[in-house]
């Protein structure tokens, strides 16, 4: 008698847009720990940001959505936002996810031991409060009436980038995201008096495109980035393109969903910027690698700033302008888009098959030195090519 062998599994490697590819192009040896590995990082300020402001915007949302009483703005910190953000940082706390020192104040005014605060007088407006105030009130009158849904789970299916039989794990790959907001924008109906959608129709490419429509209704892409604007000669500028751009083929996929004319990305530290992205502003500003310059009495602020001195106050219309950037959803851009990221999953499954073959991962998975990736990066004592110099060992 003969018993027959059980087939091997065929399984369809997954990629997230944000927490594989973009992840592995920031740093491949990084990604390797933290999503490979799941080692999760000890100091995540920008996954904590994120996650933040990712909840506090949804939940405004469904707090405008509830009446006439909070669909008047602007809000009030105390009385409007302050018990949002608690609440999503008891979520991010169950979850595990700790803000950082300085950052936010998670304290009522019942407290009394300082913590990590100045004082005791709780609560206080930090950082993080003073951002989701400037983001709730400069884009929500603009944004909420916009939305159509939140938080919209894509997932798609792509041929594997180099497929080689009985080598490659998969002759597919599936890709997968999440958009904060898909708006629905209607042609007929459309506020005039729209903030987003008055910078939409002042590109002339977008306009072109909503004229040449065969529909009534289109729609936009909303990500926002717990982020400052990167520079133009960044890397991170290009791949936050490819991501949105990637996103509109996803959405394009589904048969409900309506032609997607462009992508809007949020770079809600712009709104209330911190003395590092001050620093790296008036840095942009002298190489000219940014694409909203300042003008009059910003640019002079930020060309005398020290870092010794008080952030300037900049004017709101250059900080509005600043958070906010539309990417152009073209079918030639959408097709170079993917490409690139088919690019980028090849790469990523030739650093799995080298390590399945018995490499060592520093040798399978190659590490991209960036200052600011390797200082807040755990793995630097160890790491073979680590930016701008070697790191000691140090006690935790």
């Not at 990604?31 to 100091?43: E, F, G, M, Q, V």
């Not at 009030?76 to 608690?86: A, G, H, K, V």
């Not at 002079?300 to 959803?329: D, V």
């Amino acid at each position: 008698m003969s018993l027959s062998r059980r087939p091997r599994p065929y399984i369809i490697p997954e990629y997230s847009l944000t927490g594989d590819l973009l992840a592995y192009l920031t740093c491949g040896l990084q990604y390797r720990y933290h999503n490979k590995a799941s080692l999760p990082p000890s100091t995540p300020v920008q996954l904590w940001f994120g996650e933040f402001i990712h909840g506090v915007m949804e939940e405004a949302y469904r707090k405008w959505q509830q009446g006439a009483q909070f669909q008047r703005f602007p809000w009030n910190w105390d009385t409007d936002i302050r018990d949002i953000e608690l609440e999503i940082d008891r979520r991010l706390r169950a979850g595990g996810l700790y803000p950082p020192p300085r950052l936010f104040c998670p304290y009522t005014a019942s407290t009394t031991t300082q913590g990590l605060c100045p004082d005791t007088n709780h609560p206080h407006k930090l950082i993080a409060s003073q951002r989701t105030d400037a983001a709730i009130n400069t884009w929500g009158p603009h944004l909420f009436p916009l939305i159509h849904e939140s938080e919209v789970r894509l997932k798609g299916i792509r041929s594997m980038p180099g497929y080689q039989p009985n080598v490659s794990r998969s002759n597919y790959y599936g890709i997968n995201g999440v958009v904060d907001v898909l708006s629905s924008v209607k042609l007929q109906t459309s506020s005039p008096g729209n903030l987003i959608l008055r910078y939409i129709h002042q590109n002339s490419t977008l306009q072109q495109m909503i004229n040449n429509l065969n529909t009534e209704e289109y729609e936009i892409i909303i990500d926002y980035k717990g982020m400052r604007r990167p520079s133009t000669t960044s890397p991170t500028w290009k791949y936050h393109e490819w991501q949105i751009l990637t996103y509109a083929w996803l959405r394009s996929m589904e048969p409900q969903s309506k032609p997607v004319v462009a992508g809007i990305l949020f770079y809600l530290n712009e709104l209330s910027p911190s003395r590092e992205d001050m620093k790296e502003l008036k840095n942009d500003v002298a190489s000219g690698s940014t694409d909203v310059m300042p003008q009059g009495l910003d640019l002079r602020n930020i060309q005398n700033w020290s870092q010794t001195a008080p952030i300037p106050q900049l004017s709101g219309p250059f900080r509005e302008e600043r958070s906010i950037r539309i990417i152009c959803c073209g079918p030639s851009h959408i097709r170079n888009a993917l490409q690139s990221f088919d690019a980028v999953v090849n790469d990523i499954e030739n650093c799995v098959l080298s390590e399945m073959q018995g490499n060592n991962i520093t040798a399978s998975w190659q590490p991209n030195p960036d200052q600011r990736t390797c200082t807040a990066c755990d793995f630097k004592t160890f790491c073979p090519n680590p930016a701008p110099r070697p790191y000691r060992p140090t006690v935790p």
